[in-house]
């Protein structure tokens, strides 16, 4: 009987071992290395943008063309839980970190702008005086002040500068950014031409490539005078969305003409309609023909921002009509580009690695929480804060004015004037957290000693907070505002905390070797990198942290 029961469990496993290999073949599916990488960050494009509107976009497939959004959600890894691992949730940091792998702690962008205390000002993300701007009249940029690399520049080393890299977006530090130290070309809006410029880091040759410069010959914001953005959809579509206060029923849902009070209004306003978000996806697909993108055996990469949805969103509201008009037109607009990749990537798109994702969330107006839905609520004054702290500090050491600078969520003193009256900076620290906090809206404050020792409180998301801590560019003092509350005296709305409505963003990738489905681990924009360096076989960024997306690849 033993002798028997011993030969049946052995068959049992040999039959189970000659399935094991069969079940896996059945699962596998070719892990080539992409022709063409395409990443594009939506900026403030929250994650519930995806479900909220999803009945109004393009449906995944018709009449043999794609979809937008929805094509991508059925083929693609959806993470319905990736946030921003970082703090400030800003354009700056968050595109760092998209294709670096990489936080504020180890890239170097602690900010859109921070207080450089050796020059004694502010700094903004991608200033570089050392060169020039080419083709318009903006500040000189490059990505000296990125301290790591980006899956562009690694692809770049590993196949000996014969890949190419292309990024495009109206914001010069989301483009630069994206693509990091050894990109083709990269190009931005310049408000005040209108043209689409590039810095002398990227052109030595000081001329923009010629593709760039015929599209700028073309004049196309001035031929958008006189023209309006209006709703896309009939008015019954937009009934879950709050329309802004003075609204009257039976007008318009919205009507936004073009400022033409001066050419510089027009181009600057162009950034903040439809008509931007039309002109920015034609560039894009100009690129993609006149760079001959994705079209030989070493792979591309493509990096997109769209700045139009920030802008708007910045204006409107979440909640708001504009901002669903806006999701809804680049859903049609994604669509299209994806077509024109599909035709004409060899092989089409599944050839191509996509990547779709965010670079920061949003708040709410926070009028519209207060008074409309009841939720507590302020904006809270950089000027309160200021006084809190200087009045702490005087009472203590004497009169005088101790902070030198409030960058986003970075708060500096005056070291010097410290030293001056023999005070400890860790002490300083401590006291000006402390008189923060006193400041309504304010609901944490730590100080930079506290940050350097490790010895903040066990809340998980204050690992945002050691994520974003550099030493020699943070401030002595990171604020953060209470949920729903926000650090603007002004109108709109913003981002910049730890808060879901501001980290939780979307993430979905495509691309060979990937299994679609709804993957619900909590992920951050950092495993994006490792993720396509594993794509594309080369290593990972300098810098990275993130993890690969594992579970959404197939063996």
């Known amino acids: 009987m033993e002798t028997m029961l ?111 205390r050796k020059q004694g000002k502010a700094v903004y993300c991608v200033d570089d005086p050392s060169v020039e701007t080419i083709g318009g009249t903006s500040k000189p940029m490059s990505p000296r002040n990125l301290k790591v690399t ?4 690694e692809l770049e080393m590993a196949t000996n500068g014969r890949s190419k890299t292309v990024s495009i977006s109206f914001k010069d530090r989301a483009s630069i950014l994206l693509a990091g130290h050894s990109a083709d070309t990269v190009i931005w809006y310049d408000n005040g031409t209108g ?85 920015m996806f034609s560039v894009v697909k100009e ?34 009509p504009e901002v669903m008009d806006i999701s809804v037109r680049t859903d049609r607009l994604l669509s299209d580009l994806l077509n024109t990749v599909d035709k004409s990537v060899p092989g089409g798109i599944d050839n191509v690695a996509i990547v779709i994702t965010a670079d920061h969330g949003v708040l709410p107006i926070v009028e519209e929480e207060t ?17 809190a702290i200087n009045a702490s500090l005087s009472k203590a050491h004497g ?28 002490a300083a620290q401590k006291e000006a957290a402390d008189a923060a906090m006193e400041v309504e809206g304010i609901q944490s404050a730590f100080s930079a000693s506290q940050i350097a020792r490790g010895e903040l409180p066990r809340w998980d998301w204050l690992n945002a907070v050691s994520r974003s801590y550099f030493p020699t560019l943070s401030g002595d003092v990171f604020l953060f505002t209470a949920p729903g509350s926000i650090a603007d005296e002004g109108t709109g709305t913003g981002h910049g905390s730890p808060w879901a409505y501001d980290s939780h963003i979307p993430l979905l990738v495509k691309g060979p070797g990937v299994r679609p489905g709804i993957y619900s681990r909590r992920v951050g924009t950092v495993d994006i990198a490792p993720t396509l360096a594993q794509f594309l076989r080369i290593e990972q960024p300098s810098g990275c942290m993130g993890e690969v997306l594992r579970e959404a690849l197939y063996k």
């Open 150 to 153: 980006t899956i562009s520049d």
């Open 287 to 320: 690129a993609l023909k006149a760079e001959q993108l994705g079209q030989d055996e070493v792979p591309d990469v493509l990096t997109v921002n769209l700045a139009t949805n920030d802008y708007i969103g910045h204006v409107y509201g979440p909640n708001s």
């Open 371 to 387: 008074e409309t839905y009841r939720i507590p609520a302020v904006r809270v004054s950089s000027d309160a804060i200021k006084k």
């Open 6 to 116: 011993t030969s049946r469990i052995a068959f049992l496993a040999l039959a189970c071992a000659a399935v094991v290999p069969q079940a896996a073949a059945s699962t596998a599916k070719p892990k080539g290395v992409p022709k063409l990488v395409l990443t594009i960050s939506i900026d403030q494009f929250r994650a519930d943008y995806l479900n909220r509107f999803r009945s109004f976009y393009l449906p995944a497939r018709q009449n043999g063309k794609l979809g937008g959004f929805n094509y991508l959600l059925e083929n693609s890894a959806n993470y319905t839980d990736a946030h921003i691992s970082h703090v400030p949730t800003a354009t700056g940091p968050g595109h760092a970190s998209i294709m670096t792998g990489s936080t504020p702690a180890t890239n170097g962008i602690v900010g859109n702008d921070w207080y450089d």
């Open 195 to 279: 043209n689409w410029v590039t810095s002398s880091f990227y052109a030595p040759s000081k001329k923009l490539p010629d593709w760039v410069a015929k599209i700028n010959d073309k004049k196309v914001p001035d031929s958008l005078n006189g023209q309006s953005w209006t709703p896309l959809l009939a008015d019954d579509a937009y009934k879950s969305t709050r329309p802004m206060p003075g609204a009257k029923a039976g007008q318009p849902i919205f009507t936004h003409k073009l400022d033409s009070s001066s050419k510089k209004a027009l181009y600057k306003s162009l950034t903040v309609a439809s008509q931007g978000q039309e002109f």
């Open 399 to 426: 009169d005088d004015n101790y902070v030198l600078a409030i960058e986003e969520e970075n708060l500096y003193l005056d070291r010097a004037l410290l030293a001056q009256k023999n005070v400890l900076l860790v």
